[in-house]
């Protein structure tokens, strides 16, 4: 397996853009997560998804993100309007539990 | 809500030297994960620990897990450069959804 695959790896908007992230999880794996690393807050879980039924989004920052995941290979992350402050590397990670998550290799935004 | 705290955040040390991480969290679990960060790039799994006095080795680095304590450790024996990066614990209560610690950033100096 070529491990989780996320899309694009590095993106540049505009602020008040729409910006769409995409990821491909570990086959057979029945979780999916969403985190966002920035220096200032560390790692933090946005939504995390269970048979790909949205089961904790307590940690979406705001209406303007929000996250689907039609089936069991394919999830996307959308800002709509992006803001500067969303600036941050977004992982998107996927596991069995109870063995660990696997981690893709992240998209850098930047929104200017 | 379960916290999970890493100590120490920052963490200098010379080659060939031992020392330990600890990873504290609040909330009663038996799944605790160790990852690895190298700057820029992903996290990678390290160890799995899934019941009380689990211990799992891996070259220079051993893990171990006390759940009656909510302890686990991090000890590196003879450090190497290659060793610096960022270690994370994570913590389960619900099955697959994990919580970070702040992460520990080892720096290996010569």
């Known amino acids: 397996d070529a491990g989780v695959i996320q899309s694009p790896r590095h993106e540049v908007t505009e602020m008040g853009q729409e910006v769409t992230l995409r990821c491909k999880p570990i086959s057979g794996h029945n979780s999916l997560f969403w985190y966002r690393q920035t220096m200032m807050r560390g790692l933090e879980l946005l939504i995390y998804f269970n048979n790909n039924v949205p089961i904790d989004d307590s940690g979406m920052p705001e209406d303007r993100f929000s996250a689907k995941m039609p089936n069991a290979s394919f999830s996307t992350l959308k800002i709509q309007p992006s803001e500067p402050r969303d600036s941050a590397v977004y992982f998107c990670?996927?596991?069995?539990?109870?063995?660990?998550?696997?981690f893709g290799q992240g998209t850098r935004l930047t929104v200017v | 809500e379960l916290k999970v705290e890493q100590n120490p955040l920052f963490l200098s040390m010379q080659e060939g030297k031992n020392y330990t991480i600890y990873c504290n969290y609040s909330t009663t679990s038996d799944r605790l994960y160790w990852y690895r960060q190298d700057p820029g790039k992903s996290l990678e799994s390290l160890f799995v620990?899934?019941?009380?006095?689990a211990v799992k080795q891996e070259g220079r680095l051993m893990a171990s897990l006390d759940t009656k304590a909510r302890l686990s450790t991090l000890h590196i024996t003879a450090a190497v450069h290659d060793l610096s990066a960022t270690y994370f614990c994570?913590?389960?209560?619900?099955?697959?959804?994990?919580?970070f610690g702040d992460g520990t950033t080892l720096t290996v100096k010569p």
């Open positions: 994570a913590v389960d209560i619900i099955a697959g959804k994990s919580t």
């Open positions: 620990l899934l019941s009380n006095g």
């Open positions: 990670a996927s596991s069995l539990p109870p063995s660990e998550a696997f």
